[in-house]
């Protein structure tokens, strides 16, 4: 287990950066991406499957979508047509695929070190045991997670809004003056 810990940690590392050194943001994207899974791969290798599994479904499913459609809706027209077809050669997307089947590797390989009985060393934590933790001992640092994510959704509503269109007494319709 120690060996698909490290490596995961190895592709975790060379995959962040890469995101942070590219210049290009759909690479970036799918370095990030790769990042993601191999944190869970991380995750899973000592023992907390749990965790691995919220690693993918929150940061790699939801919040990629969302990285990926701001990249969509920046769409800059003819440029980023041609630019996008640079970015189908087969050469640009050989080491998010060297690093992806690496990974692959790993989950195979431990897998079948779990299946013969040579799994992880710890106790495996289920989600029970997760939640017990988080909302016994250390409910005061979730809730000030969760008022800090609310200030975070505040600021980004003011941030983003537009100073520009606001509504005057007469572009109201009749039911709303």
């Given amino acids: 287990m120690e ?16 995101v942070v050194t590219g ?13 993601l899974i191999a944190i869970a791969m991380v995750y899973f ?11 993918i479904i929150v940061y790699a499913g939801a919040i990629m979508v969302l990285f990926v459609f701001v990249v969509m809706m920046l769409n800059l027209g003819q440029a980023a047509v041609e630019q996008e077809k640079a970015w189908l050669r087969p050469g640009i997307w050989l080491w998010p695929s ?25 106790v495996t934590q289920t989600p029970k045991q997760i939640g017990m933790a988080l909302f016994g001992p250390y409910i005061v640092l979730v809730e000030l997670a969760a008022f800090l994510l609310l200030g975070a959704l505040v600021a980004a509503t003011h941030v983003g809004r537009d100073e520009g269109h606001q509504d005057q007494a007469g572009d109201r319709p009749e039911g709303l003056k």
């Avoid at 210049?23 to 990042?35: G, P």
């Avoid at 000592?46 to 691995?52: H, L, Q």
């Fill in 3 to 18: 060996f698909a810990f490290y490596l995961s940690a190895a592709v975790a590392v060379a995959a962040t950066f890469c």
């Fill in 23 to 35: 210049v290009n943001a759909v690479h970036a994207l799918l370095n990030l991406v790769v990042s």
């Fill in 45 to 55: 290798s000592i023992g907390a499957p749990s965790a691995a599994i919220l690693e």
């Fill in 98 to 122: 060297i690093m992806a089947a690496l990974l692959l590797a790993v989950l195979v390989f431990t897998l079948f070190m779990d299946s013969r009985g040579y799994g992880v060393g710890g």
